[in-house]
């Protein structure tokens, strides 16, 4: 079973995407109250090899060896990713043998290291966050290293502008009550104007958050913000089914891994296997008699969870 390759799951900004899960679950500098894998209990700004390179790169092999389609190879999962210290020789090592675009799916915190800019040489397009427009708000949102500050992160960001020449599509994730006003909204687009990015995002809770009190923002007002931050920001809007014309054999450890990294609905589990729907259904039935996952309603959707 593999250990460190999930999916593909669809994804709202990536299409089919292949996951490549580089720390151990909750392995973050940040603590966000609107993470969908629950709270960091201890974050962190240590770098270090906590996967094994040459076993993660070997799975995507493997993986790719299969003939899977795919739009993309998102270095993510379930924490920080360039909190591996090799997460450039993983994406290098992968473009060797692959064509298929490698993504960074990242919170974008540890930009201002010269050596984590560096190590995106062979990565396509680069996807960081950016939720505060000053210190308290960024203080609310992440609960962050206390080594870590905006200022910090927005000098990054910029630096990694100057030195990448990749894509990098900024997403703007939206909590009612913290980073919504007309005020906090134009203090995010003060700096995403120092930033430069190719494309803004804005996001909301659609999955269950690592804090109750997180609802989304409405669709109303989440178009309203779109407005403000003018022609190279989007809604993301919700997930939709991707077509699977590929039917592949599937198992409840299979569902059990990709609901490990985030919580998913029937339908993402059916897309991200490349099964049909009833086949899900089944997965998930196994797995709740089981013990192994709990339901949760978000949003009016059924999402599976770890229990």
Same mark, same amino acid.
């Given at each position: 079973?593999?250990? +460190?390759?999930?999916?593909?799951?669809?994804?709202?900004?990536?299409?089919?995407?292949?996951?490549?899960?580089? #720390?151990?679950?909750?392995?973050?500098?940040?603590?966000? #109250?609107?993470?969908?894998?629950?709270?960091?209990?201890? =974050?962190?700004?240590?770098?270090? &090899? +906590?996967?094994?390179?040459?076993?993660?790169? &070997?799975?995507?092999?493997?993986? *790719?060896?299969?003939?899977?389609?795919?739009?993309?190879?998102?270095?993510?999962?379930?924490?920080?990713?360039?909190?591996?210290?090799?997460?450039?020789?993983?994406?290098? @090592?992968?473009?060797?043998?692959?064509?298929?675009?490698?993504?960074?799916?990242?919170?974008?915190?540890?930009?201002?290291?010269?050596?984590?800019?560096?190590?995106?040489?062979? !990565?396509?397009? /680069?996807?960081?966050?950016?939720?505060?427009?000053? &210190?308290?708000?960024?203080?609310?949102?992440?609960?962050?290293?206390?080594?870590?500050?905006?200022?910090?992160?927005?000098?990054?960001?910029?630096?990694?502008?100057?030195? +990448?020449?990749?894509? !990098?599509? *900024?997403?703007?994730?939206?909590?009612?009550?913290?980073?919504?006003?007309?005020?906090?909204?134009?203090?995010?687009?003060? @700096?995403?104007?120092? !930033?430069?990015?190719?494309? !803004?995002?804005?996001?909301?809770?659609?999955?269950?958050?690592?804090?109750?009190?997180?609802?989304?923002?409405? =669709?109303?007002?989440?178009?309203?913000?779109?407005?403000?931050?003018?022609?190279?920001?989007?809604?993301?809007?919700? %997930?939709?089914?991707?077509?699977? =014309?590929?039917?592949?054999?599937?198992?409840?450890?299979?569902?059990? &891994? %990709?609901?490990?990294?985030?919580?998913?609905? *029937?339908?993402?589990?059916?897309?991200?296997?490349? /099964?049909?729907?009833?086949?899900? #259904?089944?997965?998930? @039935?196994?797995?709740?008699?089981?013990?192994?996952?709990?339901?949760?309603?978000?949003?009016?959707?059924?999402?599976?969870?770890?229990?």
């Amino acid at each position: 079973m593999a250990r +460190y390759v999930y999916g593909p799951v669809p994804s709202r900004r990536l299409g089919r995407s292949l996951g490549v899960d580089l #720390v151990p679950l909750k392995t973050c500098s940040l603590n966000c #109250v609107f993470c969908q894998l629950g709270r960091t209990l201890q =974050p962190t700004l240590e770098r270090a &090899e +906590y996967v094994p390179t040459s076993a993660v790169v &070997e799975e995507v092999r493997e993986r *790719l060896r299969e003939g899977v389609p795919l739009d993309y190879i998102t270095l993510g999962g379930s924490g920080e990713p360039t909190l591996h210290s090799s997460f450039g020789i993983v994406a290098e @090592q992968i473009r060797s043998f692959s064509r298929v675009p490698i993504a960074l799916l990242t919170n974008g915190s540890l930009f201002y290291l010269p050596d984590v800019r560096a190590a995106c040489r062979a !990565i396509s397009v /680069i996807l960081p966050t950016l939720d505060a427009g000053d &210190e308290e708000t960024f203080r609310r949102v992440h609960r962050p290293h206390p080594d870590l500050t905006l200022e910090r992160i927005v000098q990054g960001l910029v630096a990694l502008r100057q030195e +990448y020449a990749g894509q !990098i599509w *900024l997403e703007v994730f939206l909590v009612p009550g913290l980073n919504t006003s007309d005020e906090e909204v134009r203090k995010i687009q003060a @700096q995403i104007e120092r !930033i430069r990015p190719d494309r !803004i995002d804005l996001n909301t809770a659609v999955r269950p958050p690592a804090e109750g009190f997180v609802k989304p923002v409405p =669709p109303e007002r989440l178009a309203q913000i779109r407005d403000m931050l003018g022609p190279k920001a989007r809604v993301i809007a919700e %997930m939709a089914v991707v077509p699977t =014309p590929l039917e592949m054999a599937a198992t409840a450890k299979d569902a059990l &891994e %990709m609901i490990r990294r985030r919580p998913c609905t *029937l339908e993402d589990i059916a897309a991200g296997l490349s /099964i049909h729907p009833s086949e899900a #259904v089944k997965l998930i @039935q196994r797995l709740l008699a089981e013990g192994k996952v709990t339901e949760v309603l978000a949003g009016g959707r059924r999402f599976y969870r770890p229990r």
